[in-house]
């Protein structure tokens, strides 16, 4: 079926004519804000690939435009690498090498028997390069200096102080960032790397100008370091209220997030605007193209952690602002309900029954004022936000396929509110390696249900968190190490290979502290508005989870979320742990969990939802 703009407009145009039928007590906000990270975070790993080994990061350089523009950017990354004013001191690096301090008309030499080729400073810490790329530090206190080598930071190439933090570049054309407070040893984080496509030059030099790094390369061009961004990632704020009761969904593109995070941000929106933590559910969208934002604790060291000011600086900010708004544009609304289908994804475990199962079901909220104004369109549907690793697409942040469908709707409808809730796309990915194909197939979908007659949505707001204990067998301390063995005399090293190991060496150290786990939560939310349920599990649940939560109320309208509060590990299903695919086997690995849950999980879950019956 072909679908025809006109026809939408002409189908909303009759609403004011069933709106009277329509007795509805809701209130109804929307807002949205940039989850972009900033110039102050320089560069951040991208979360979802453990591929490629080297690691994808947000860091691209644009070189700056105009011959007279760069060349006087040249001048001033020159005169700054030969002079440095620090606490009140003039200090020159001369051609030979040599450092002198400049004060009341006297110099005086605080190089020693170095020679450097750059010097840096930081509060009272002075850093030098030498000749054979070795880095020093000296404290400068009282004119006195002593240098003491930074065994750590060996072949640094290029290196400058930004902000808190050293950054340097080595012979392999890695850039690392080495935080100047609180880390007497110097330990060093990678965020960059030369990739060919995103960051393409060889540098010679860096510099920080007015708190924006700068690099020289090889060619004798000036660069400012910038992310590697289609600026689509955004969080999404729909709030409903009716007397005072209000519930809120908050919607991310992000790949996943970890439960304390989220319960921390739901109690300071809870607490700003007044309504319990538990009606507030938060979903991510999964995408494979965003900053690390959940511990990734068996992984490569640049992704075990995600940056705190990305987290609390961007994030949390984005996410409690778009909720105030959302909570200060409410409006007298009215809600429907529709469904259809949407054939974007497909089972990728081929070998279970031919295809495998996959959930086609796309729900849509059309949300309406008062004056028959279209207000925003909430649409889910599970399918993962992944496409072929190639090219500068692999290290750019992006919303993925999410943004695109947003974006093709609003091309469509106009500036509405647009909000995509993941659904259970545990083990669905999409038929097409294009993302831009895969959104507007889903924005034409969407359009299609919103074309269609749709139910009016009414009745009261409650909410409920619930979560269910999930058992599991962590391995014995005999089986970590034959585990480990196993691992370390393969001929060659993987990935794979050494992401068990930093497995077995983490379920070690929680037997150690005595903080290894037997029981997996999973946690559950319930939002109903009124006709309407929609509900949210926690992990990546695979698509049987949404056909088979949806047979327990055949008489409403259920909406069955993924990636809600908690994206700890997948949700599998009995035949993933049945014949140990990566839902119900390797990927525990990956999340760093104690187990695999027994093959009896789904019946343990559904049956626990059943009894609630929220």
């Known amino acids: 079926m072909t679908f025809n703009p006109l026809l939408l407009l002409i189908f909303l145009g009759t609403f004011n004519l069933c709106q009277a039928q329509v007795i509805t007590d809701y209130s109804v906000g929307f807002s949205q804000r940039s989850l972009d990270p900033d110039q102050r975070l320089l560069s951040l790993a991208l979360a979802g690939y453990g591929l490629p ?61 170095h020679s450097f080729q750059l010097v840096q400073a930081y509060s009272d810490l002075l850093i030098g390069q030498d000749r054979q790329q070795q880095l020093w530090r000296a404290v400068f206190n009282k004119d006195e200096v002593s240098w003491q080598k930074i065994k750590q930071l060996k072949e640094t190439v290029a290196f400058t102080v930004l902000g808190n933090n050293l950054i340097t570049i080595d012979g392999q054309e890695r850039m690392w960032r080495v935080s100047l407070v609180n880390n007497p040893t110097f330990e060093k984080v990678q965020i960059g790397r030369f990739n060919g496509f995103t960051f393409n030059i060889h540098i010679d030099a860096l510099q920080t100008i007015d708190g924006q790094l700068y690099a020289l390369d090889d060619q004798g061009h000036v660069y400012r370091a910038v992310h590697s961004t289609d600026h689509s990632l955004e969080t999404s704020a729909f709030m409903i209220q009716q007397g005072k009761d209000k519930l809120l969904v908050l919607t991310l593109d992000l790949c996943g997030v970890n439960f304390s995070f989220t319960h921390e941000v739901k109690e300071k929106i809870a607490k700003k605007l007044r309504l319990p933590v538990n009606a507030i559910l938060i979903n991510a969208s999964h995408t494979h193209f965003a900053p690390v934002s959940q511990a990734w604790t068996t992984w490569a060291d640049y992704y075990q952690k995600p940056d705190s000011n990305y987290l609390n600086q961007v994030i949390a900010p984005a996410m409690i602002s778009a909720a105030e708004e959302a909570s200060k544009k409410l409006q007298p609304g009215f809600i429907y309900f529709g469904r259809g289908e949407t054939f974007i994804g497909t089972n990728r475990n081929k070998e279970r029954n031919g295809q495998g199962p996959v959930d086609r079901a796309l729900d849509v909220i059309r949300v309406m004022d008062r004056s028959n ?22 290290f750019t942040i992006s919303a993925n396929f999410p943004g695109v469908a947003r974006r093709h709707i609003k091309e469509e409808l106009g500036p509405v509110h647009t909000l995509f809730i993941q659904g259970c796309a545990g083990d669905i990915n999409p038929i097409t390696d294009d993302f831009r194909e895969t959104g507007t197939s889903l924005g034409k979908d969407v359009l299609q249900v919103l074309a269609s007659s749709m139910e009016p949505v009414q009745g009261a707001l409650t909410s409920y968190l619930d979560s269910v204990l999930i058992p599991v067998k962590p391995m014995s301390r005999e089986e970590l190490d034959a585990f480990r063995k196993q691992n370390m005399e393969l001929k060659q090293q993987t990935v794979q290979s050494e992401k068990n190991i930093r497995w077995v060496k983490l379920m070690g150290t929680r037997y150690d502290k005595q903080q290894l786990r037997n029981v997996l939560p999973v946690y559950y939310q319930t939002l109903n508005v009124g006709s309407w349920k929609l509900f949210g599990l926690s992990r990546e649940a695979v698509t049987s989870y949404g056909m088979k939560i949806r047979e327990l109320w055949p008489d409403q309208n259920v909406s069955v979320a993924g990636y809600c509060n908690d994206v700890a590990s997948y949700l599998p299903d009995a035949w993933h742990i049945k014949h140990k695919v990566y839902e119900g086997y390797e990927s525990f690995f990956w999340y760093g969990q104690e187990g695999i849950p027994p093959i009896n999980v789904q019946e343990i879950i559904l049956e626990d939802i059943k009894m609630k019956n929220r």
């Open 53 to 113: 080994a080297e690691g994808r990061f947000s860091l691209s350089w644009d070189r700056i435009d105009g011959a007279d523009m760069e060349s006087e950017a040249r001048k001033i990354f020159e005169a700054q690498h030969r002079t440095l004013y620090h606490n009140k001191a003039k200090m020159t690096l001369r051609q030979d090498g040599e450092l002198y301090l400049h004060r009341n008309k006297k110099q005086k030499l605080i190089s020693g028997e």
């Open 373 to 394: 104004q279209l207000l925003g369109v909430v649409f889910l549907t599970g399918c993962h936000p992944v496409f072929k690793n190639k090219g500068a697409e692999a």
